[in-house]
């Protein structure tokens, strides 16, 4: 048999878990995580789904971030255990309920630095695709839901209403106004009623007009230009 004839073997054409999981995946379920955290209120029953929803979303941010295998697990149990425990330290207040806020806002906090790492990592390989617009879109989404829950969190330790209007704490306002204020839109119908939560507010909007002046702006800009290709290589 010649070498013509030898049957050429075809790559398996099905994908690793790691090429099929995309940012365009990790968009919608930020968005369902961020209805379910703004109803949560309303329907008492969305809020045990809603800490598991955002422990599954963050789990998900790193792993298509890619980040180290020794890093996601720690990581993925830290968060496993602080949403277990997050509904009976509220129950119960003093220490526990410090630590357990804390804790899971520390971890929600580590999947936008994830995802600006490897959109950075993406674009400084050669351009901006689909994949790098939609990561930077996930963390400027996830910036947002982690304010929202840095607010409901301020309120929860201050043990007093975080909205200087009566009536307004509920996840729905702390989402709606975290957002307002992170595209810097600035309605003046929620306000924070003390010092600390001002001053968080006034880090947010200045977080939401950087990031659209230098991350959006340089991707969107880029954009169009698409990653560059593969060099080729010399034939001697």
Request: glycine residues 8%; charged residues 15%.
């Amino acid at each position: 048999m010649t070498s013509a004839q030898v049957p050429v073997k075809r790559e398996n054409p099905r994908k690793s878990p790691a090429v099929i999981a995309k940012y365009a995946l990790l968009l919608p379920l930020i968005l369902v995580n961020l209805v379910v955290f703004g109803f949560e209120d309303q329907h008492p029953p969305m809020r045990s789904v809603s800490h598991w929803l955002a422990t599954a979303t963050l789990l998900l941010a790193l792993y298509v971030s890619r980040v180290g295998r020794a890093y996601f697990l720690a990581v993925g149990f830290l968060a496993l255990v602080a949403a277990a425990a997050l509904t009976p330290a509220r129950a119960q207040h003093g220490l526990a309920e410090i630590v357990v806020v804390v804790t899971f806002g520390a971890l929600i906090a580590i999947a936008p630095i994830a995802i600006l790492r490897r959109v950075r990592w993406e674009f400084a390989e050669g351009g901006v695709d689909s994949e790098v617009l939609a990561g930077a879109l996930c963390a400027y989404l996830y910036i947002g839901n982690w304010y929202a829950f840095l607010y409901r969190s301020l309120a929860i330790l201050s043990k007093g209403p975080f909205f200087a209007q009566p009536g307004a704490d509920d996840a729905l306002n702390y989402l709606y106004f975290s957002f307002v204020t992170l595209a810097t839109v600035g309605y003046g119908d929620l306000s924070p009623a003390f010092g600390p939560g001002r001053m968080l507010a006034a880090t947010e909007g200045i977080v939401g007009q950087l990031y659209l002046v230098s991350v959006v702006a340089i991707v969107v800009s880029a954009y169009g230009r698409g990653k560059a290709p593969p060099p080729e290589r010399e034939t001697g």
